[in-house]
């Protein structure tokens, strides 16, 4: 889609192979409105003139209270039946950034990395000094236990007896890209990672260029997949650097990296993208992947599978 408008907002809740994941209608209808809800929220801070960083935090944390994803509440378990949290967030009006990684204790990591950014002169904490930080930072935190619920414990009781991690086609990882009525773009990405990952694991979530990336000269970007293929890419910086450096529109840039370099490599996974002109792209090369878009008061528009969008 293109146009010039004067806010926009895309977000994602996952990539993955989803035709084959048995769900239900009501649970694809559950998805829907959990996305709905989440951009309602993101496109009420950009229409009253809140910042695209506001907005991202805001409809991130949406997601991360709804165990339907694999971010906050409802995250996968690592190797040691715990879960850690890695986020990501940039703005891109002065290329600032904030990571966190590991994070086993603070209610909200999107919260925490914008923190990070804000407060901090560092860009990514990772574990205990994460929370520690946020902590002094007044951030709510809380027992590992909130975040664990019993689907996911079952996913992990059934990993450890395959052996392997469950959710090598069905990527969890929530974000969001967002342009506000200043003309400036941000982006955010937070996840649990994979079932089962061996503890201290970090994926592409936090890494600023891999699977998250904002710069007003070219775009924003959060990604959802197999984390270490996104970071041995640089998937999120890429796309804006073929913009900024190559002349590519969003659309196509994102088409090179998912649908070209990514599935050459045997890496799965998508993406959603804004830049300064409004416009979006929505690029996943697996059969779903859970979406939702809106451009300035226009109906809010979310989907799982390839053809499967409906307007709110």
Known sequence: MSQNTSYALALHGGAGDYA???????????????????????????????????????????????????????????????????????????????????????????T???????????????????????????????????????????????????????????????????????????????????????????????IIGAGTYASNSGCAISCTGHGEYFIRTTLARDVSALMEMGGLSLEAASKLMIEDRLHAMGGEGGLVGVDRMGNISLVFNTSGMFRAFTVDASAITTGVFKDDERTH
């Not at 940039?90 to 904030?98: C, E, K, Q, S, W």
């Not at 007044?138 to 990993?159: H, I, K, M, P, Y």
């Not at 974000?175 to 955010?188: F, S």
């Open 112 to 206: 925490l990395a914008r923190t990070v950014m804000e407060k901090s002169e560092h860009v990514m904490l990772h574990g205990r000094g994460a929370d520690a930080f946020g902590e002094t930072q007044g951030l709510r935190q809380v027992d590992n236990s909130f975040f664990q619920t019993d689907f996911r414990r079952a996913q992990w009781e059934d990993a450890r007896r395959d052996g392997k991690p469950v959710t090598l086609g069905k990527f969890g990882t929530v974000g969001a890209v967002a342009l506000d009525k200043a003309g400036n773009i941000a982006a955010g990405t937070s996840t649990g990672g994979l079932t089962n990952k061996q503890f201290g694991r970090v994926g592409d979530s936090p």
């Open 20 to 110: 084959n994941a048995g769900f239900d209608q009501h649970k694809i209808n559950a998805y829907h409105q959990s996305l709905y809800q989440a951009a309602k929220t993101g496109r009420e801070i950009l229409s009253n003139g809140g910042s695209a960083v506001e907005a991202i935090e805001h409809c991130i944390r949406v997601l991360e209270d709804d165990p339907l994803f694999n971010a906050g509440r409802g995250s996968v378990f690592t190797d040691e039946g715990k879960v850690e949290l890695d986020a990501a967030i940039m703005d891109g009006n002065g290329l600032h950034a904030g990571a966190v990684a590991g994070s086993r204790t603070t209610c909200h990591a999107i």
